[in-house]
């Protein structure tokens, strides 16, 4: 079981300038002796034949060839539209501007 002591949690705080209240420090030493115990806990897991990953699903490359293909025309597409205005959609005004 890994543990700091209240000396050395308030050795980190002064390195890193902060400022810690006795109950804080005491806490803290707490704290980190649960952090280190987990800590410990997945280095007794992890073996030499396991590798490291950074996401625990494999990740791979979704992306497929950027192809030219044939699509709808405007006019296609356009014509099952109730309006249209210069080969777009024209659809009702809904913020009252001109």
Known sequence: MSSLSRDEVAKLA?????EMS??????LSKEFTVILDAVARVQ?????DVAPTSHP???RNVFRPDVVV???SPEDALSGAPAQEDQR???PQILGEE
């Not at 002064?14 to 902060?18: K, Q, T, Y």
Request: no cysteine.
């Open 14 to 18: 002064g390195l890193a300038r902060i």
């Open 22 to 27: 006795e109950e804080e420090l005491v806490s």
């Open 44 to 48: 007794e897991v992890a073996s030499a």
């Open 57 to 59: 699903l494999s990740l």
């Open 70 to 72: 044939p699509s709808l």
């Open 89 to 91: 959609f024209r659809v």
